[in-house]
């Protein structure tokens, strides 16, 4: 097994390779990284924030991405799960979290919701599940330009109709940003965007959730947003 590397050569690794080639040369995802049930060491939150950016700047760039994909990596992962980031983001097809943070098998713990909501006990229990039990010290609310759920809220609240099926409720949790940021004009779909991820960042981060408020209180855990374009391929990170 390689020898493990320093937190600050592994950063530094990362911000010059992209964040797959970094994370999977030191081993951060492998089963002897920690115990599953107990983590021991790993990135700090601010590392982990940059492994994520730095992996988004490689690829609006268009560089292949570098990390492992093969038999030995999947046996690796067989053992056990060890991500460095959590994603909550949309189920849009075109917002691959992998894919925009050039991320590898087993480095980010995704939870896909329309309008990237942790309106329910699946998703939030899922979030609850990654820091706690997994050590995740980085949680990352992601939404997207144009996107349809917000779209489908703004109608709701501009025209007062009432979706089919289930439509209604799973858009139910962004109509307070449509209904906020309504009044300002503009563009209120990318607006509403914005202030949808703003709102769930705080949602997280209140002092209320009986999970995740000890992990931040104690600086091993942070909770921030992002943007995703989809022209660009660039995150705007939101620090709400």
């Known amino acids: 097994m390689a020898m493990p590397l320093s937190r600050r050569l592994l950063l530094r690794s990362t911000l010059s390779l992209g964040v797959g080639a970094a994370a999977y040369a030191a081993g951060i995802t492998s089963p002897g ?35 492992a994909f093969d038999r030995k990596r999947r046996h690796e992962l067989a053992g056990g799960q060890h991500p460095f980031a959590t994603v909550v983001c949309c189920s849009d097809s075109r917002v691959g979290p992998e894919q925009i943070f050039e991320a590898g098998l087993g480095q ?10 942790v309106a329910n006990p699946q998703a939030m229990g899922s979030v609850e599940y990654s820091v706690e039990h997994l050590g995740v010290p980085l949680v990352l609310v992601l939404g997207h330009s144009n996107c349809g759920a917000v779209k489908a809220a703004a109608e709701v609240v501009e025209k ?32 509403a965007v914005h202030e949808n991820v703003v709102e769930i960042v705080h ?38």
Do not use: C
């Not at 980010?108 to 909501?117: D, E, K, Q």
């Not at 109509?175 to 607006?191: H, K, M, S, T, Y």
């Open 160 to 191: 007062h109709i009432a979706l089919p099926g289930s439509l209604g409720e799973m858009v139910a949790p962004i109509v307070p940003a449509v209904e906020f940021v309504q009044p300002r004009g503009g563009d209120l779909i990318n607006a």
């Open 108 to 117: 980010l713990f995704v939870i896909r919701n329309a309008g990237s909501t």
């Open 203 to 240: 949602a997280l981060r209140s002092p209320r959730q009986p999970i995740l408020a000890q992990f931040q209180r104690k600086g091993a855990l942070r909770v921030v947003g992002g943007v995703y374009d989809l022209e660009t391929g660039v995150v705007e990170f939101i620090e709400a």
């Open 33 to 67: 990284w920690a115990s599953e049930e107990h983590p021991t060491t790993g990135p700090t939150p601010a590392e982990a924030l940059a492994w994520l950016k730095a992996g988004n700047s490689a690829f609006t760039k268009g560089r292949p991405a570098a990390y």
